[in-house]
């Protein structure tokens, strides 16, 4: 799928800090972050419509998310812990009312 | 709050073998339900999704029908390939605008060749 990409693919943190980028070709008004965790389904984190934040999960504050057009995400990582690894995924739909989401390839992040 | 049973963790099929995937689900209205498939080292995808509209969801071989008597949604297909390796969700979203998505925990399907 490359009409939502994601960089990048793989990131090995120790406790810097680090942003994962997206970009959706779609020109879709919503976009999410997931995280999925090993053998887990996906967990929403954050939610945007129209580039305005509507849906924060219960997330740790060393997440901060950021919507610098309706195209972009970008999702900025402090002082990572050993529980953030897992694979963040980015995914769109046309609007927030919509049941399909598109996912990217997701960004694998492994915690040192 | 709304929620997704699926209790098969793993499901192991020949090709040609006739799959059966269980969920259920808890929620005090009537959502749109679905299917979502996710392949090796890909984000997940929808499979097929079905409103209180229309009971029966067709897809790629794969069909799911909404009961709601019993608060199913399992999906079936007559006969499996190896390309359908894949781990199925099963999920719900209520029809309310800005709602997420509530998944189940996933069944990680293997088909021998």
């Known amino acids: 799928n490359t009409k939502i990409t994601q960089s990048p693919r793989y990131l090995i943190l120790g406790r810097a800090n680090k942003s994962l980028e997206c970009e959706q070709h779609l020109g879709h008004n919503a976009m999410y972050w997931y995280k999925q965790s090993a053998e887990k389904p996906p967990e929403l984190m954050f939610l945007?419509?129209?580039?305005?934040?509507?849906r924060n999960e219960t997330v740790p504050s060393r997440f901060i998310p950021e919507c610098p057009d309706s195209s972009k995400l970008l999702l900025h990582i402090s002082a990572v812990d050993p529980e953030d690894s897992a694979v963040y995924f980015c995914a769109s739909s046309p609007t927030v009312s919509n049941e399909r989401l598109f996912f990217g390839h997701g960004t694998k992040l492994s915690v040192l | 709050g709304d929620s997704v049973t699926q209790k098969q963790g793993q499901v192991t099929l020949s090709e040609d073998d006739f799959l059966f995937i269980n969920c259920t689900y808890s929620t005090t209205t009537y959502p749109t339900l679905l299917w979502y498939v996710q392949y090796p080292g890909q984000g997940p995808q929808l499979l097929l999704k079905v409103t209180t509209a229309n009971n029966k969801g067709i897809s790629r071989g794969f069909e799911a029908t909404y009961d709601k008597g019993t608060t199913s949604f399992h999906l079936q297909k007559a006969s499996v390939q190896e390309s359908d390796s894949a781990v199925y969700f099963c999920a719900l979203v209520e029809n309310y605008g800005n709602e997420k998505i509530t998944f189940g925990a996933g069944t990680k399907l293997t088909i021998k060749p």
């Open positions: 945007y419509n129209l580039k305005q934040l509507i």
